[in-house]
């Protein structure tokens, strides 16, 4: 491991996104889905899912506040723990929890947004709506630091008797996060205080020791939270509660058998639905829940960092490999079972049935990023640009308003969302969901881009993603001009503030086959600059100039022939964009359909409607039509068509219809 490649991230404040395309994604957030999400958590959109979230939290305020009012005569009015969603009866609500037992992370994800937004946007009443929901938050905190509000209001007593299942480590994640984001942000610290202090509580219960208990995370991400406070703070503490966290994980005899009063036979293995079939440093497939994996995988490359252990970096790669080269749909969506929200077996990636959850896609950007910070390969910025541009923000209806769960690449209406075995795919997005845990989570990714920009060594800085900005490191400042995603122009102005000089080291997106380099309009051989997919550019800078060209072709993309949903298909990328085909555009029977082996493909932009300022692209094809027959010896006639192919994070915009990603050929 070496250390010297070993970089940070830039702090958000320091990075003002100016992108076309992300700006417009960005203020999109920022205007019309935080607040619509704020109304969302205090169950105020007519027709929508309720969330009961922001209740909850004031509900486990007034316990608390009974508590201390009553002291030692405090008797808490208990309710069942036996449901992972509560609901009222009848319309009816009594004092218990109502929602997901997670639904905490509601608004610890929506204050992170917040925090986001406001590096970017500086905006008072956002800041005051926020500051007084965190009062609401904290107030329902025990003195001893426990925050989770499924058994605040519903029995303290049951505090930590179910890690499996019951997400007060996954909620505790989701607080720090925000916490951190929040308290960088705007440099105020109640929430952050409230985090620290809950995570001494949980360091004071879990572990190796007298009167502890050696648990670990059901649903993982208070590996990735422990990570951020201990480098916020310095505080080794938070490191160690990490580091065993990831260690203890999948040791025998497992803790969820202790927890729950069972035995396993010693050649038995269990729970790879938790990645706990195995310590972590010989587990080999990813398995099990993707969100949780890709969280834990995450939390496991960052504490390699920290800790410079081999043995647990090479984990993370073997892992990282099985999944990107077996495991992956070609949007960087990641799951393909609905059964379990899990990943399948190697090379099993049906489209129709896909899952490939929001939050999957999300937590793949944040694996490739801390692997990046290890490594400074291509390999990993170039699934995280495949993630951000395709899987991720096919969550979000162009207006902000409806949002997907579930990103499939074919959908059927009348089957789609209606058959057994096709229900989890939906033709078009919900409002909200009663497990909302996606929305959120994409507005927290979107609002952070610029943290997944950049990064910096001693001797380099590291730019990950094309994407118009203003930067402000530790070496320079640095201007981008960018004509990216929909065309080849990236433009780096950098002015040096050290003396000493050092080297840029652009990502070149591997697609990218032929570059012309400029520096100060002097062409320079780009083949002789390129190291592990990225531009090294080094010099003493003095308000240089450096210029990328490149041609943003359409390519036919074909899956490996064990990928049997795909065998005699093509997709189509232009840019970092999968496309696909809709039947708004090309009719009925899309299944019908074959692109042209010499396809004639034409891009071109759209002039109106939803997706105006896009880039389509026409092709060449054939469409097949046959007898009326169930079955017939009538050989199907063709006739030439021009198909139309659409970004894929756009489709479903439209109205209900049919899509597909993957073609026949």
Same mark, same amino acid.
Not at 259 to 273: A, F, H, I, Q, V
Not at 305 to 310: G, I, L, V
């Given at each position: 491991?070496?250390?010297?490649?070993?970089?940070?991230?830039?702090?958000?404040?320091?990075?003002?996104?100016?992108?076309?395309?992300?700006?417009?994604?960005?203020?999109?957030?920022?205007?019309?889905?935080?607040?619509?999400?704020?109304?969302?958590?205090?169950?105020?959109?007519?027709?929508?899912?309720?969330?009961?979230?922001?209740?909850?939290?004031?509900?486990?305020?007034?316990?608390?506040?009974?508590?201390?009012?009553?002291?030692?005569?405090?008797? !808490?009015?208990?309710?069942?723990?036996?449901?992972?969603? %509560?609901?009222?009866?009848?319309?009816?609500?009594?004092?218990?929890?109502?929602?997901?037992?997670?639904?905490?992370?509601?608004?610890?994800?929506?204050?992170?947004?917040?925090?986001?937004?406001?590096?970017?946007?500086?905006?008072?009443?956002?800041?005051?709506?926020?500051?007084?929901?965190?009062?609401?938050?904290?107030?329902?905190?025990?003195?001893?630091?426990?925050?989770?509000?499924?058994?605040?209001?519903?029995?303290?007593?049951?505090?930590?008797? /179910?890690?499996?299942? /019951?997400?007060?480590?996954?909620?505790?994640?989701?607080?720090?996060?925000?916490?951190?984001?929040?308290?960088?942000?705007?440099?105020?610290?109640?929430?952050?205080?409230?985090?620290?202090?809950?995570?001494?509580?949980?360091?004071?219960?879990?572990?190796?020791?007298?009167?502890?208990?050696?648990?670990?995370?059901?649903?993982?991400?208070?590996?990735? =939270?422990?990570?951020?406070?201990?480098?916020?703070?310095?505080?080794?503490?938070?490191?160690?509660?990490?580091?065993?966290?990831?260690?203890?994980?999948?040791?025998?005899?497992?803790?969820?058998?202790?927890?729950?009063?069972?035995?396993?036979?010693?050649?038995?293995?269990?729970?790879?639905? #938790?990645?706990? #079939?195995?310590?972590?440093?010989?587990?080999?497939?990813?398995?099990?829940?993707?969100?949780?994996?890709?969280?834990?995988?995450?939390?496991?490359?960052?504490?390699?960092?920290?800790?410079?252990?081999?043995?647990?970096?090479?984990?993370?790669? %073997?892992?990282?490999?099985?999944?990107?080269?077996?495991? $992956?749909? @070609?949007?960087?969506?990641?799951?393909?079972?609905?059964?379990?929200?899990?990943?399948?077996? /190697?090379?099993?990636?049906?489209?129709?049935?896909?899952?490939?959850?929001?939050?999957?896609?999300?937590?793949?950007?944040?694996?490739?990023?801390?692997?990046?910070?290890?490594?400074?390969?291509?390999?990993?910025?170039?699934?995280?640009?495949?993630?951000?541009?395709?899987?991720?923000?096919?969550?979000?209806?162009?207006?902000?308003?409806?949002?997907?769960?579930?990103?499939?690449?074919?959908?059927?209406?009348?089957?789609?969302?209606?058959?057994?075995?096709?229900?989890?795919?939906?033709? !078009?997005?919900?409002?909200?969901?009663?497990?909302?845990?996606?929305?959120?989570?994409? @507005?927290?990714?979107? $609002?952070?881009?610029?943290?997944?920009?950049?990064?910096?060594?001693?001797?380099?800085?590291?730019?990950?993603?094309?994407? +118009?900005?203003?930067?402000?490191?530790?070496?320079?400042?640095?201007?981008?001009?960018?004509?990216?995603?929909?065309?080849?122009?990236?433009?780096?102005?950098?002015?040096?503030? %050290?003396?000493?000089?050092?080297?840029?080291?652009?990502?070149?997106?591997?697609?990218?086959?032929?570059?012309?380099?400029?520096?100060?309009?002097?062409?320079?051989?780009?083949?002789?600059?390129?190291?592990?997919?990225?531009?090294?550019?080094?010099?003493?800078?003095?308000?240089?100039?450096?210029?990328?060209?490149?041609?943003?072709?359409?390519?036919?993309?074909?899956? #490996?022939?064990? @990928?049997?949903?795909?065998?005699?298909?093509?997709?189509?990328?232009?840019?970092?964009?999968?496309?696909?085909?809709?039947?708004?555009?090309?009719?009925?029977?899309?299944?019908?359909?074959?692109? =042209?082996?010499?396809?004639?493909?034409?891009?071109?932009?759209?002039?109106?409607?939803?997706?105006?300022?896009?880039?389509?692209?026409?092709?060449? +094809?054939?469409?097949?039509?046959?007898?009326?027959?169930?079955?017939?010896?009538?050989?199907?006639?063709?006739?030439?068509?021009?198909?139309?192919?659409?970004?894929?994070?756009?489709?479903?915009?439209? +109205?209900?219809?049919?899509?597909?990603?993957?073609?026949?050929?």
């Amino acid at each position: 491991m070496d250390q010297k490649n070993f970089s940070k991230p830039l702090s958000l404040a320091k990075v003002q996104v100016t992108d076309a395309f992300w700006k417009k994604e960005m203020e999109l957030v920022r205007t019309e889905v935080i607040p619509y999400q704020w109304n969302a958590l205090n169950d105020n959109v007519p027709g929508a899912a309720p969330s009961f979230c922001m209740r909850n939290y004031r509900r486990a305020g007034e316990v608390e506040k009974e508590r201390k009012a009553k002291g030692d005569k405090f008797v !808490q009015i208990k309710y069942p723990l036996d449901t992972f969603e %509560t609901l009222p009866k009848d319309g009816k609500m009594d004092g218990r929890f109502y929602g997901f037992l997670f639904q905490d992370t509601d608004f610890t994800k929506w204050v992170e947004a917040v925090a986001y937004s406001l590096t970017q946007h500086p905006d008072p009443e956002l800041e005051k709506t926020a500051d007084e929901a965190i009062e609401a938050v904290c107030a329902a905190q025990r003195e001893d630091g426990y925050l989770d509000t499924y058994y605040l209001i519903n029995d303290q007593d049951m505090i930590f008797t /179910n890690l499996k299942d /019951n997400h007060e480590l996954y909620c505790f994640g989701h607080l720090t996060e925000g916490a951190v984001a929040y308290y960088q942000a705007t440099g105020k610290d109640r929430l952050l205080k409230a985090a620290e202090r809950f995570a001494d509580f949980i360091a004071s219960k879990l572990g190796h020791g007298e009167g502890k208990k050696a648990g670990y995370p059901g649903h993982e991400i208070a590996e990735m =939270a422990l990570m951020r406070l201990y480098d916020l703070t310095g505080e080794q503490k938070y490191l160690d509660l990490a580091k065993y966290f990831i260690d203890e994980r999948g040791t025998k005899p497992y803790y969820y058998d202790i927890e729950r009063g069972l035995t396993c036979p010693e050649d038995e293995e269990r729970y790879s639905y #938790n990645q706990a #079939n195995r310590p972590v440093r010989q587990q080999d497939e990813v398995q099990g829940h993707s969100v949780r994996a890709v969280y834990l995988y995450s939390g496991m490359a960052d504490v390699a960092r920290a800790t410079q252990d081999e043995s647990l970096l090479k984990a993370c790669e %073997t892992l990282w490999n099985n999944m990107v080269h077996q495991k $992956m749909y @070609v949007t960087g969506g990641i799951g393909a079972t609905h059964i379990g929200e899990a990943f399948s077996f /190697n090379y099993d990636l049906p489209n129709d049935t896909a899952y490939a959850e929001t939050c999957a896609s999300i937590g793949l950007i944040f694996f490739a990023k801390q692997m990046l910070e290890i490594d400074p390969d291509g390999k990993f910025a170039d699934v995280m640009e495949r993630a951000f541009y395709n899987g991720t923000i096919s969550g979000m209806q162009l207006d902000g308003k409806r949002f997907f769960y579930v990103n499939p690449l074919e959908v059927n209406p009348g089957i789609s969302g209606e058959v057994p075995g096709y229900r989890h795919v939906l033709a !078009q997005r919900p409002q909200w969901y009663a497990c909302a845990c996606c929305p959120p989570n994409l @507005v927290r990714l979107v $609002m952070s881009l610029g943290k997944y920009l950049w990064d910096e060594t001693e001797d380099v800085i590291y730019s990950h993603m094309f994407a +118009g900005q203003t930067a402000e490191l530790e070496k320079a400042d640095i201007r981008v001009e960018s004509q990216y995603p929909w065309n080849g122009m990236v433009r780096y102005t950098v002015e040096q503030k %050290t003396e000493k000089p050092f080297t840029l080291a652009i990502h070149i997106p591997s697609y990218i086959k032929e570059l012309t380099v400029l520096i100060n309009g002097k062409e320079i051989q780009a083949e002789n600059h390129m190291r592990k997919g990225y531009l090294y550019l080094e010099r003493t800078w003095n308000h240089d100039v450096v210029e990328i060209r490149f041609e943003v072709a359409v390519r036919k993309i074909y899956a #490996n022939q064990k @990928v049997r949903e795909d065998a005699g298909c093509i997709a189509l990328m232009r840019g970092p964009f999968v496309y696909c085909f809709e039947g708004k555009d090309n009719g009925s029977d899309l299944q019908s359909c074959h692109i =042209a082996e010499e396809m004639k493909a034409e891009p071109f932009p759209f002039e109106e409607g939803m997706l105006k300022g896009m880039m389509g692209i026409h092709v060449d +094809g054939w469409k097949y039509t046959g007898s009326d027959e169930l079955y017939s010896e009538e050989k199907p006639h063709k006739e030439k068509i021009r198909l139309t192919a659409i970004p894929y994070y756009a489709w479903g915009n439209r +109205g209900e219809n049919q899509m597909r990603v993957w073609m026949l050929e």
